[in-house]
Every structure is written in C-alpha cells, then in structure tokens.
C-alpha cells in the first residue's frame, strides 16, 4: 500500500511506503498481559462489590464503585457540569470505553466459575502461547479446561486493550484459542 503524503516544506505530492506493523517485543507482549492481569483483578473487586450490594442495576452500582462511593460520583458530576457550563471541555463524566467493561463486568458476574478462573488462565495463556510457543492448552489440573474462563480471560484482554489504546495484537498469540 503506498499512500499519497504531502510534504511540508515543498507541498509537492509524494509517495512513500507504508510502515510494516510493529513487530510485537516479548518485553511488550509481558507488560500487555501483566496488565490484562491487573485490570482483570480490578474487574472481580468490583464484581464483588456489585454482587455484595445487589445485582439489581449493574452498571449503576459498578459506577457508584469506581467513582468513590455516592459523594464522590455526584462531585465528580458536579465538576463535570461546572466545566462544560464554562466551556472549558466538552467531555462526559464516563470514559467511552466504561459501557463495553460494564458489560464484560455483568458477563463476569453472571458466569461465577469462569471469573474465578481468569487470572490462571491469562497466566497460562502468557506462558503458553507467549513464552513457550506451544499450541495446546495446558491442563491446569482443575478438572479439565473451563471454557467459560477462556473466553472471559481473552475478552478481559481485548477489553483492556481497547480501553488503554495499546495495540490489541500484543494479545495475537491467544486470538485462536
């Protein structure tokens, strides 16, 4: 692919080639899925939380969580309004990934046994498909593989991609899982 750029000293059209993807460092890939883990470990306390003060309104009580508790999301609120009403942003209290994670967060809540395998299995899919370049699964001795914890550790992964604005291909090597 060889798009047209415009040079900016001379704004003469010209072609250059495009740049190859970046070649995903193993350093990288590390920090991709330790923070996958993280973000994962801060799903399940709010899922606790949700789940210990009821199920009812998910994404209100997960809000209510991670702005600070009822004061500390109407402050927010309150800081929010003021700063449009002046003009000074034009930005919205939730940050536009929060509806998909909010949504992540009732599938996690909704599926108890795959949740509480998450962080295993993020591990083993680092270990295995990342460090070891092995294509099979290993058996993490629970019982046979819990197919509810893969697909909820690979959405954990791609969601905190998504919400970071890294490049979801650190996680390539557990997208055919």
Not at 48 to 62: R, T
């Given at each position: 692919m060889w798009p047209i750029s415009i040079a900016p000293e001379n704004r003469k059209p010209s072609l250059t080639?495009?740049?190859?993807?970046?070649?995903?460092d193993p350093k990288d890939v590390l920090l991709a899925f330790?923070?996958?883990e993280r973000f994962a470990l801060s799903l399940l306390e709010v899922?606790?939380?949700?789940?210990?003060?009821?199920?009812?309104?998910?994404?209100?009580?997960s809000r209510l969580y991670l702005y600070g508790g009822?004061?500390?999301?109407?402050?927010?609120?309150?800081?929010?309004?003021?700063?449009?009403k002046l003009g000074i942003?034009?930005?919205q209290l939730d940050p536009p990934w929060l509806d998909n994670t909010i949504e992540l967060l009732?599938?996690?809540?909704?599926?108890?046994v795959g949740a509480s395998d998450i962080l295993r299995h993020l591990s083993a899919f680092f270990y295995t498909y990342s460090?070891?370049?092995?294509?099979?699964?290993?058996?993490?001795?629970v019982g046979g593989p819990n197919t509810q914890a893969i697909v909820l550790a690979k959405d954990v992964a791609f969601q905190f991609a998504r919400a970071t604005g890294m490049r979801e291909s650190l996680f390539d090597s557990i997208k055919s899982v």
């Amino acid at each position: 692919m060889w798009p047209i750029s415009i040079a900016p000293e001379n704004r003469k059209p010209s072609l250059t080639p495009a740049k190859p993807p970046p070649k995903n460092d193993p350093k990288d890939v590390l920090l991709a899925f330790s923070g996958a883990e993280r973000f994962a470990l801060s799903l399940l306390e709010v899922a606790y939380y949700v789940h210990s003060h009821g199920q009812e309104n998910i994404p209100s009580q997960s809000r209510l969580y991670l702005y600070g508790g009822v004061f500390g999301k109407r402050e927010k609120e309150r800081v929010f309004h003021l700063m449009n009403k002046l003009g000074i942003t034009g930005e919205q209290l939730d940050p536009p990934w929060l509806d998909n994670t909010i949504e992540l967060l009732g599938r996690l809540i909704s599926n108890p046994v795959g949740a509480s395998d998450i962080l295993r299995h993020l591990s083993a899919f680092f270990y295995t498909y990342s460090v070891r370049k092995e294509a099979i699964m290993p058996d993490l001795g629970v019982g046979g593989p819990n197919t509810q914890a893969i697909v909820l550790a690979k959405d954990v992964a791609f969601q905190f991609a998504r919400a970071t604005g890294m490049r979801e291909s650190l996680f390539d090597s557990i997208k055919s899982v």
